[in-house]
């Protein structure tokens, strides 16, 4: 790690009156959409660094837990989720938020979890045979001699009576979906955005089967991260962390059983990350570890890739840059942590704000960083830009 001192943000973005929760950049203008927990959504000009649009969205008593916005729901939506035990869906008119939710999603869930739309592997994300590679080849070097494949406990047969289809739907923008911890805390939830209904649970209990992973043991489920790996032919795929600190695979084909299970962490997960490529991620605990793994969908395995031990424990959020070279994570000690992704090295220490972070996001472009925090700012950066 070189000694040049940390670079300072390039603008700083002032305007909540609480902790911003969370931070989205707009799939394709110039646009970052943040949430403060007394139910503000803010969306910011990044050219120009001010406030275009304010509203209470949820209230101030539960405040909003998630931003996200994606090309997949649409050019000109953002998802607000509250703690109040709903999602809204909002269409950005002419810079600001319509009037009223275009769609609400009464979940009837009251907790911290994140929701997460779904991550498709994308153009910009370096080639998945050549990530794929990659990931083997340094899997093989690395990997200790404990097998995850006995836990994957894959039970097809007596499982297709119950399995939903959930295929891409070609004709729209994308799958048009959300993973959510569920009303039973233990349970992951996943429900259209198109009809407002949830579809399916995880685990879904399934005629003649008996689970041999049981999420109740595993507590809460605390962070989630649906994505539509290119091997599960447009079958959604969900990863989840829970309150023990490990982390389940499911496939929706196989609701009642995950795909594997997995101990990366010793206390909750509260953050997980997947990569462009849909082929790896990055996750984040209460505990003094950062994990990086791979994920291979052909053996249903999750492998760590680099375990990063920090001095101070507690991530709040995680990010992995579009174009899959540098990921971010926003800590309980007030610090964004930037690493480079695919070796897992320590790249900069960024020491702005001066409360707990929330949570770090990267615009579509690669080019700006924001981070959210409890001292209510966003900062914005631009570091190791990308090579055009």
Avoid at 166 to 173: A, F, M, P, R
Avoid at 362 to 386: F, Q, R
Wanted: proline content about 5%; glycine content about 8%; charged content about 20%.
């Amino acid at each position: 790690m070189s000694k040049k001192p940390p670079p300072d943000p390039v603008a700083v973005l002032r305007g909540h009156r609480a902790s911003v929760m969370d931070a989205s950049f707009h799939p394709s203008k110039p646009l970052l959409f943040t949430g403060s927990a007394d139910g503000e959504l803010r969306i910011w000009d990044t050219v120009q660094h001010r406030t275009i649009s304010s509203a209470w969205v949820h209230s101030a008593a539960h405040g909003i837990t998630c931003v996200a916005s994606s090309p997949l729901i649409g050019a000109n939506k953002v998802l607000s989720q509250g703690r109040d035990g709903t999602v809204k869906c909002w269409d950005i008119e002419d810079g600001g938020l319509s009037r009223n939710p275009s769609l609400t999603i009464k979940t009837n869930t009251y907790h911290f979890c994140k929701l997460s739309l779904v991550k498709k592997p994308s153009a910009c994300a370096p080639q998945a045979e050549g990530l794929k590679y990659y990931h083997e080849r340094e899997v093989r070097e690395t990997a200790d001699s404990e097998s995850l494949e006995d836990s994957r406990g894959r039970a097809e047969g007596s499982l297709t009576e119950c399995s939903h289809t959930v295929t891409e739907d070609t004709h729209t923008e994308g799958p048009k979906y959300v993973a959510i911890a569920g009303e039973q805390s233990h349970e992951v939830e996943i429900w259209d955005l198109n009809t407002a209904e949830r579809f399916a649970r995880l685990p879904q209990n399934c005629v003649g089967v008996s689970p041999n992973i049981s999420a109740t043991e595993k507590g809460m489920c605390m962070a989630v991260q649906a994505f539509l790996p290119s091997e599960s032919q447009g079958f959604l795929n969900v990863l989840a962390g829970y309150e023990d600190g490990s982390m389940l695979w499911w496939d929706i084909r196989h609701p009642g059983v995950p795909l594997t299970s997995v101990k990366f962490h010793s206390e909750p997960v509260f953050s997980i990350s997947i990569d462009e490529s849909c082929s790896g991620g990055i996750s984040g605990a209460a505990d003094d570890k950062i994990m990086i793994y791979s994920l291979d969908h052909s053996t249903g395995s999750c492998v760590v890739k680099k375990e990063i031990n920090l001095e101070r424990p507690g991530i709040a959020g995680t990010s992995i840059r579009p174009d899959c070279k540098i990921a971010a994570t926003a800590g309980w000690d007030h610090r964004v942590r930037i690493y480079n992704y695919r070796k897992g090295n320590a790249l900069a220490i960024l020491k702005y704000h001066h409360a707990t972070c929330n949570a770090v996001s990267y615009s579509t472009d690669c080019k700006l960083m924001a981070s959210a925090s409890e001292d209510t700012t966003v900062a914005l950066w631009e570091l190791y830009p990308p090579h055009t």
